[in-house]
């Protein structure tokens, strides 16, 4: 299915939010997750199913001042 991750519009074989970030190689505790502009909890992601033109963000938090 396409949906787009982090802007781009990309092709995966997908269908929950945590079968992408395994399949896109994100650290799984490391990042945060929104599904068409919601947070999805690290927990919920097992169960958070993805359709077709999904908008996906994957984040990462970055260190610094």
């Known amino acids: 299915m ?3 991750l982090n802007g781009a519009r990309v092709e ?3 269908i929950t939010l945590a079968e992408l970030v395994a399949e896109r190689g ?3 505790t490391a990042v ?3 599904l068409d502009g919601a ?3 690290r927990g919920a992601r097992a169960d958070t199913a ?3 033109g999904a908008r996906v963000e994957v984040l990462t938090p970055m260190q610094g001042g």
Do not use: K, Q, S
């Open 2 to 4: 396409r949906i787009e």
């Open 12 to 14: 995966t074989g997908a």
């Open 26 to 28: 994100f650290p799984e």
């Open 32 to 34: 945060a997750t929104a």
């Open 39 to 41: 947070f999805v909890p």
């Open 50 to 52: 993805l359709a077709e």
